[in-house]
């Protein structure tokens, strides 16, 4: 590709004074060179090379010795490793957010990753780009909008784009000079809201500011009340000066009530007015944290504990005594509207938190990890059943994926949830040994539509992206990965994919300093073409990871299909009876009309009368109700 | 700029936006980056706290370095391995950072007197760092009292910490390069995080509970 060294701009403002005089010229040439780079890679290394999947793997173990141990360094051209995944393209920033002398240049690190219809929003610690992939394999810039403010995380609802801003150096008007005073009008942190009714053009409307900044923020909607959203802002920087925020100010709660600590924002936002956009409560979701059981811990730690409670004359703690203990903030919330809860990671605690009651959410649950360091995030399982969170030891900058690193830090881990109750179950962690020149550690990810399984995308910056199956809660089980070698073969420089998430069929990978990639799964011995297909039939008209939506399949072929093959892999049904059912699907979709629902129903009757006497009778279940679904369709 | 403006136009769909409200011009990032290399501008605050720190987060891989041969609980002794494993990549973070700006880069070993108490660059404690008295103290104890020593002097320590992030954010222009605001941020989310910790873990009739 042609490397991208300049700027293009069409502000008449913009001014060649403060910038070599080369600019001009070069610009002429790559005009149209930088604006779209990206490249469509049919056949990346090691990749199933048939969109088909003729030739994928159908091998039941993982390649080894694992291929991710070793690659080549580079920035575009570092060595790559992938299993059960297509790289459909991999698209450079734009020349914006790009500089070719500066690898992995903080200031233009791309971050997190939101959707709506075509437009992917890729947030950078110097603003955002959005792109078009209606066409994966040819990404499209429609916007790279400039904005500092460190990461800039991004959230989108219909034409309004929410954009966290958290550093000191972000400014309400957009510039890139930051702001040297201490106290200034001029700072922005808080949820920066845009106008995005034409994504090439897109409007600020208000900066709403907040004591803390906003780290990330997450949209929660309320199904009583469509007229307005809310965002729940977290924020892990320092809290401002009452001279440049009024009303912000630190501290321990018993010394001052209203201290910005121990509390998230919400804000909420009429739809119609976003202009109005203001923070409507400050839940202190912390108070009276007790400090909650924590596991992994030795026998012998367990009666240490408790001989020092006995030995001070009480029960075990509930609140340490002390300063004010527990979290001051949340990193990240998940929410989950259709089932009204959200998972807060925060400090050193996952939490739960009822939703229902959106401006004003209340805990309900908390879990400590003695192998846990800083909770980062949580992904709940479509049906609510598990959540898993994730803990970024080392904040992202930091190599925690070398062979000395344990497994169970800077890992997932996963919890079932049970009558509002978490109980741990297992760590997951990407398995390669990475460098000490590679940022690693758990990051952002979402769920996989496979009907049936609970199957996850997660990026581990320059860990790559790990596709793992965490149905057995107690087993997860990694089932495709891509991975690039460090951007630097001799120190660390800031790489990676910062996120990565399923959206309408893709992966979409969003790379710190590589750009915008996106994947396929290819069918594997872990993951049939028709679950692939099935997952395919969930559709979404805009998705933000930290707002989780309950995915619903329609009715399909697929979907039987491939409950069927999630019985043939675990042998959850006699494979005569496996075979039959397929020639039984075979047919009846061949059929139209009274016959086709005659010999659906007929099947489903059998199915379900054999459920009982199956190796895996709530599986046989699921497909009786998919064949029955697929009766009932006209 | 009328060339750049029809160039942009022509040479694809695409444009670079910035706020309307902007009355002045600017660079993009990417021109900003070629314009300083790649090093944001930063201050002799920037500079001094990661000096400081350096020697600070030593002392406390130093006291981390005690734990396996005092007879530490189980706990105390993973806490310890975490915060050795976190403090070493910090520093090599932070010396990275003055290696690249052609500043001082304190060697985090050759600081240490001979009660392996870390000295900074200019003799002054950092805020939090444990007297060469403390130091010994946690040096001579064993058992259960170096439980409760360990861990109360690793909170004050950590409350230094936080302390010298706060000074550094007071400091004007200071933690403008967004190198230093997310590095000093993740030393406070860390350090809050395991102070916290560490409280659950001291002992109820300890000095740092106050029923």
């Known amino acids: 590709m042609t490397s991208e060294s300049s700027p293009q701009r069409t502000d008449a403002r913009w001014s060649?004074?403060?910038?070599?005089?080369?600019?001009?010229?070069?610009?002429?040439?790559?005009?149209t060179a930088a604006c779209a780079s990206s490249s469509a890679t049919g056949s990346s290394p090691g990749a199933a090379p048939s969109p088909a999947g003729a030739s994928a793997s159908m091998s039941a173990s993982a390649p080894s010795p694992d291929p991710r141990v070793g690659l080549r360094a580079g920035w575009y051209d570092a060595g790559e490793a992938i299993w059960n995944l297509r790289l459909v393209s991999a698209t450079r920033p734009s020349a914006a957010f790009s500089n070719p002398s500066t690898p992995g240049d903080s200031r233009l690190t791309n971050t997190d990753l939101a959707f709506s219809g075509n437009y992917v929003f890729q947030g950078n610690y110097s603003g955002y780009q959005v792109w078009d992939i209606a066409n994966p394999s040819k990404p499209t810039l429609r916007t790279a909008f400039v904005c500092p403010g460190s990461q800039s995380d991004v959230t989108v609802y219909k034409n309004l784009l929410f954009v966290s801003a958290e550093a000191t150096n972000g400014r309400t008007d957009c510039g890139l000079e930051g702001v040297t005073d201490t106290v200034s009008h001029d700072r922005a942190r808080g949820i920066r809201i845009f106008d995005i009714t034409d994504v090439a053009k897109p409007k600020p409307i208000i900066t709403v500011q907040t004591c803390r900044g906003s780290h990330t923020n997450t949209l929660?909607?309320?199904?009583?009340?469509?007229?307005?959203?809310?965002?729940?802002?977290?924020?892990?920087?320092?809290?401002?000066?009452?001279?440049?925020?009024?009303?912000?100010?630190d501290g321990q709660p018993d010394e001052n009530p209203n201290t910005a600590l121990f509390r998230i924002e919400v804000i909420k936002v009429p739809v119609a007015h976003p202009e109005q956009a203001r923070i409507v409560s400050s839940p202190r979701i912390f108070d009276d944290l007790s400090a909650p059981a924590r596991h992994a811990e030795t026998a012998a730690d367990v009666q240490a504990a408790a001989a020092r409670a006995a030995a001070s004359g009480r029960a075990p703690r509930r609140a340490p005594a002390g300063p004010r203990s527990g979290p001051t903030q949340c990193h990240?919330?998940?929410?989950?509207?259709?089932?009204?809860?959200?998972?807060?990671?925060?400090?050193?605690?996952?939490?739960?938190?009822?939703?229902?009651?959106?401006?004003?959410?209340?805990?309900?649950?908390?879990?400590?990890d003695s192998n846990f360091s800083?909770?980062?995030?949580?992904?709940?399982?479509?049906?609510?059943?598990?959540?898993?969170?994730?803990?970024?030891w080392g904040g992202g900058t930091q190599p925690r994926c070398r062979v000395t690193d344990k497994p169970e830090w800077g890992a997932?881990?996963?919890?079932?949830?049970?009558?509002?109750?978490?109980?741990f179950q297992s760590y997951y962690k990407m398995p390669a040994a990475q460098t000490a020149e590679e940022n690693c550690v758990a990051h952002n990810g979402s769920l996989i539509p496979i009907p049936g399984r609970d199957v996850m995308v997660q990026a581990w910056y320059q860990g790559g992206i790990s596709v793992f199956d965490w149905t057995d809660p107690k087993h997860p089980v990694e089932i495709a990965y891509f991975d690039r070698g460090p951007m630097d073969a001799s120190q660390p420089v800031s790489g990676g994919s910062w996120s990565a998430y399923w959206y309408n069929g893709v992966i979409v990978s969003s790379e710190i300093a590589r750009g915008l990639d996106i994947f396929e799964l290819t069918p594997s011995a872990f993951l049939s073409r028709n679950e692939l297909d099935a997952a395919k039939t969930v559709h979404f008209d805009h998705f933000n990871p930290q707002e989780q939506p309950r995915m619903v399949w329609p009715a399909s072929f697929s979907m039987a299909r491939a409950f069927v093959d999630q019985l043939e892999r675990s042998k959850g049904l006699a494979s005569a009876r496996i075979a039959a059912v397929r020639q039984a699907l075979t047919g009846a979709e061949r059929a139209s009309g009274t016959a086709r629902q005659g010999a659906l129903t007929q099947l489903a009757a059998q199915l379900e009368g054999e459920a009982s006497g199956a190796g895996d009778a709530a599986k046989v279940r699921m497909l009786a109700g998919a064949v029955k679904e697929l009766a009932a369709q006209r | 700029m009328a060339l750049l403006a029809v160039l942009g136009i022509a040479g694809c769909a695409s444009t670079i936006q910035q706020s309307e409200a902007r009355g002045e011009p600017a660079l993009t990032p990417a021109a900003l980056a070629r314009a300083d290399s790649g090093r944001p501008p930063?201050?002799?605050?920037?500079?001094?706290?990661?000096?400081?720190?350096?020697?600070?987060?030593?002392q406390a891989v130093v006291m981390a370095g005690l734990v396996p041969t005092r007879g530490a609980r189980g706990d105390v002794r993973v806490l310890a391995e975490r915060i050795?494993?976190?403090?070493?990549?910090?520093?090599?973070?932070?010396?990275?950072?003055?290696?690249?700006?052609?500043?001082?880069?304190?060697?985090?070993?050759?600081?240490?007197?001979?009660?392996?108490?870390?000295?900074?660059?200019?003799?002054?404690?950092?805020?939090?760092?444990?007297?060469?008295?403390?130091?010994?103290?946690?040096?001579?104890?064993?058992?259960?009292?170096?439980?409760?020593?360990?861990?109360?002097?690793m909170i004050q320590h950590h409350e230094g910490a936080l302390t010298m992030v706060e000074e550094l954010f007071a400091s004007p222009g200071a933690g403008q390069d967004v190198n230093v605001f997310r590095f000093a941020s993740d030393v406070t989310a860390d350090q809050v995080t395991e102070i916290e910790r560490m409280r659950t873990m001291l002992p109820a009739s300890s000095s740092a509970d106050r029923p």
């Open chain 1, 16 to 31: 060649a004074t403060r910038a070599p005089s080369s600019l001009a010229l070069s610009l002429a040439l790559l005009a």
């Open chain 1, 220 to 249: 929660v909607t309320d199904p009583k009340d469509p007229a307005n959203v809310y965002i729940y802002v977290s924020g892990s920087a320092g809290v401002r000066s009452p001279s440049e925020l009024p009303g912000c100010s």
């Open chain 1, 332 to 368: 990240d919330i998940t929410s989950y509207p259709a089932i009204g809860l959200a998972g807060g990671a925060c400090a050193g605690y996952g939490l739960l938190l009822d939703i229902r009651d959106v401006a004003n959410p209340v805990r309900i649950g908390a879990v400590a």
């Open chain 1, 374 to 392: 800083f909770w980062h995030s949580a992904t709940f399982s479509n049906d609510g059943s598990k959540v898993l969170f994730s803990d970024e």
């Open chain 1, 412 to 423: 997932n881990a996963i919890f079932t949830l049970v009558d509002n109750k978490m109980e």
């Open chain 2, 42 to 58: 930063y201050t002799p605050a920037d500079v001094a706290f990661m000096q400081g720190m350096i020697a600070h987060h030593a």
């Open chain 2, 84 to 153: 050795d494993v976190a403090q070493r990549d910090e520093i090599a973070f932070m010396q990275r950072w003055l290696r690249e700006r052609g500043q001082t880069v304190p060697d985090p070993d050759a600081h240490h007197d001979m009660a392996g108490h870390a000295m900074p660059m200019h003799g002054a404690i950092m805020p939090g760092m444990l007297s060469p008295e403390q130091l010994a103290q946690l040096q001579a104890a064993a058992g259960a009292e170096f439980d409760r020593l360990f861990l109360t002097f």
